[in-house]
């Protein structure tokens, strides 16, 4: 439509505007906007009963109905335990781990004093059998935290996967500390030949013998 | 239709004064004395198990004394007798898994956390009405803006408050059925003692032959092209009809279907948290309803006192 | 997790020094150390035959190759050597590379997979064992040779 021969002609569309249709609102009757809303009426009471079925169901009397009462909800026990995992492991952490020390041994992350990636320990189980080790990783698990031990024995390298909560694990010693800071919090790369810390018996060994020494010429054992 | 209308409009005292002939008796064609004299025998409405093809009265095998049909609702709750649980269960929420040791032989035990939230039983299901015993129990909460009027009418007139959950619980005979308002703690259930557990799985979607049914796929090469994972044929041809058979495994929706897992050992309850911990694995999601109930293949549990008095002592050693 | 074909160590004075597995006795998974003690619900619908649900030990092996002789006193040495090259042999597993979970959740795993011969009776043809050993076969009447073994874990 818009052809350019037709852009002279716009000028008659300024003509036009004064033909426009009014709004709707002023079409309104004078006596629609300015009287009241209509009240609703309340129904009859003594309807015949033969008008019953023009009004809707929900507005015909009906003597049995009673109001609805919702009743209040009963305290929760959702609300009141909202980590119902939490309490079950802090109820076992009270049987197994009374102190509180063992957890805090394998926190690394906010405990500066703990274990960590890279360091060499010696694990004592109930049985007496002793498992050493460098870690190569700590899981944070709650009651199933636990941490991988790695060594060789007679050339046979053997990982050790325990749990520290475990009643079987009678104790955890470090032995020595990581020499350098780890930067990583899992050191799976230890695996590799090129990066194996083959045996660490030698070190515990020796680690024993000084603690004999240091408590008495070996009179104590633990 | 209208003979059924007419039967239902019968003075209640009939019912009342015979219930159990009445629902055992027009399916069967029986004449009964009582009846012969009022009206003629008519077919009545019965509710509950019922099977699609009601027996049909034999000209050879009818009078009084002749033993039940097997395929009648008497039969069913005869059959059912013994392994329906003697008590109702519990609705819980699944929590997460975690692990119990245990501190005497370092036997670690992995188990699953389940929670009961406001447990409640609604109403009953009753042989008379409906064909069965079972209790109805509800769980959770529910704004009563999101409940539909007909359900919180329901609520409303056994006083309860509005509830997310509610299922039903069959048990054996009245003596299961709790009174209406009772709350079930997680003292309802002993350690040591066995649930089953009922949920729905983990939806895996749409899933392939391979996954669904654990069909063997095709080969990778040797001429196989595009259909590495489909399920091959889907049956015989001429000699088997030309069709396929109802039931052919396919692709298909695969979990979010209902799962019983049974005898699972209650390891803790700590009724004050509403904790429940079973041993091993429940179906399902963190978040999803488990219904636990005693295990139906193990000795049904010593309950102390009748199973209201022992909710009632625990409510007030709890408190 | 000891298959057919699976080539391990033989770690006794046998004469065996690399054994191949043939067959695995009395169950129809791969053979392991030990029993699995964790008693997991039974599985329903399907089993995957890889599932480590109870552990069987003992296998059937061919002896791939004999443990070299010293240059010196080789006659003493082939004497020693009870077992030859192509030899069929019962062996029971010692060691694998697929983790074990013991009953307190923690897990073991060797380096390798190795094994003892054993005659049909059940008794170790060698007399010595060089290597560690899992502490499993204590459970699983196997204690001769835990007793032989230098270590066990």
Redesign the interface.
Known sequence: MALPAMRPLGCLWSLMRAYEPLPMINRRFISTAYSKRPEKLPLPQDMPPQFLSQIPLRFRPDPDRQPLKIYPAPPSARKACKDPIGAVTESQLAVLDPKGERKAMFDYRRNPRSVKPGDIVRVTFKNGDPFNGVVLSIKLRGIETSFLLRNELTRVAVEMSVKVFSPNVNSVEIVQRSEKKRRRARLYFMRDRKHDRRSVENIVANYVRQKKAFLGGGNRRR | MLTKRCTQKLPAHLYTSTPSRITMSPRLGLQLPLWGSLITPISVRSFGIRSLTPPKPSRYNVGPGLPILESSPEAALRRKANSLPLRAGAITIKKGMTAIFDPETGKRTPCTVLQLDRVEVLSHKTVSKHGYYAVQVGAGWKHPRNVTKALLGHFSAHGSSPKRHIFEFRVKDEAGLLPIGQSIEAGWFQEGQFVDTRSNTKGKGFAGVMKRHGFGGQDRSHGVSLTHRSMGSSGPGQGGGSRVYPGKKMAGNMGNTQNTVQNLKILKVDSANGIVVVSGAVSGPKGCVVRIQDAIKKPWPEVPVEGEEAVKGEATAAA | MIQLKTLLSCIDNSGASIVECVNVLKKKRPATIGQS??Q??PL???TRINQMLCAGDRIVVVVQKQRSAGSEATTAAALANKVRRGDIRHAVVV?VKK?LQR??????????N?CVLVNKSGDPIGTRM???VG?ELRNKKWSKILSLA??H?
Do not use: K, T, W
Not at chain 3, 103 to 112: A, I, K
């Open positions: 003690p964790i997991s619900p329903r619908g399907r060691r983790e009953p307190d959740g923690s897990l073991v795993r060797f380096g390798d190795a060089n290597g560690v502490q230098p270590v874990v």
